[in-house]
């Protein structure tokens, strides 16, 4: 069973801060890794993918990706009240098939 | 607009009624998936089609029974569903042979079953 884990509850962080989001997985085999932004009652919306160790960024997006350790995060700088969301970690085995985690609950608090 | 469309959006049905829902992609994709998302669990995977030909069934009961007919347009037809199948149903399509595949969701149709 491939198993994508993001363990940590609710993530509160005053505007302006950085939000880091943590996300491991158990196929060594995985290709590729996506970080999906949802908001409550819409579908998810990707917003950053990385294929290769290091760190890949985007705007305010960090997303850094350790295949030894298996191992991808997400870092939000500059956070926003319109980042308040769940952050889902998705990752991809080569064959088209996407393992999501349950998702991380961020809340930007002005 | 992700460029994924799904109808309709919004379902209520009984465990005796039938109904199909709709996905179309506009992207050019020739990968299309089903995904159910229940409250407080992970996105599930229900189907894949490549160039509309089906390559994964996830285990998925009988009472789903999904549809491609090309590449652009996926269905999913609902027979005898449960309580427990309410949840949020996903469309998404991805190219299949570039890097990451990324995928890309439609909106949703929220179904509830009575």
């Known amino acids: 069973q491939k198993e994508v884990e993001q363990n940590s509850g609710p993530l509160s962080v005053p505007e302006g801060a950085i939000a880091s989001l943590n996300c491991t997985y158990s196929d060594r085999g995985s290709q590729s890794f996506f970080w999906y932004r949802q908001y409550s009652g819409k579908s998810p919306e990707l917003i950053m993918s990385i294929y290769s160790n290091g760190d890949k960024e985007d705007g305010r997006f960090t997303a850094q990706l350790n295949k030894a350790s298996q191992y991808v995060s997400l870092l939000i700088r500059d956070s926003q009240p319109s980042d308040s969301a769940t952050y889902l970690c998705?990752?991809?085995?080569?064959?088209?098939?996407?393992?999501f985690g349950k998702g991380n609950q961020v809340v930007v608090i002005p | 607009e992700t460029g994924v469309t799904q109808t309709p959006r919004h379902l209520v049905m009984g465990m005796t009624n039938k109904k199909s829902l709709k996905c179309e992609q506009h992207?050019?994709?020739?990968?299309m998936y089903w995904y159910k998302q229940s409250a407080k669990k992970p996105l599930e995977l229900m189907f894949v089609?490549?160039?509309?030909?089906?390559?994964e069934n996830n285990s998925v009961p009988s009472r789903f029974s999904p549809e491609c007919p090309n590449s652009s347009h996926l269905f999913l037809h609902l027979h005898t569903l449960q309580p427990e199948d309410s949840a949020l149903y996903l469309c998404?399509?991805?190219?299949?042979?570039?890097?990451?595949?990324?995928?890309?969701f439609g909106p949703g149709t929220r179904l509830l079953v009575l």
């Open positions: 992207l050019g994709h020739n990968a």
């Open positions: 998705a990752v991809e085995d080569g064959n088209n098939r996407l393992a």
């Open positions: 089609y490549n160039f509309k030909e089906q390559t």
């Open positions: 998404a399509s991805s190219p299949i042979y570039k890097q990451g595949k990324t995928q890309y």
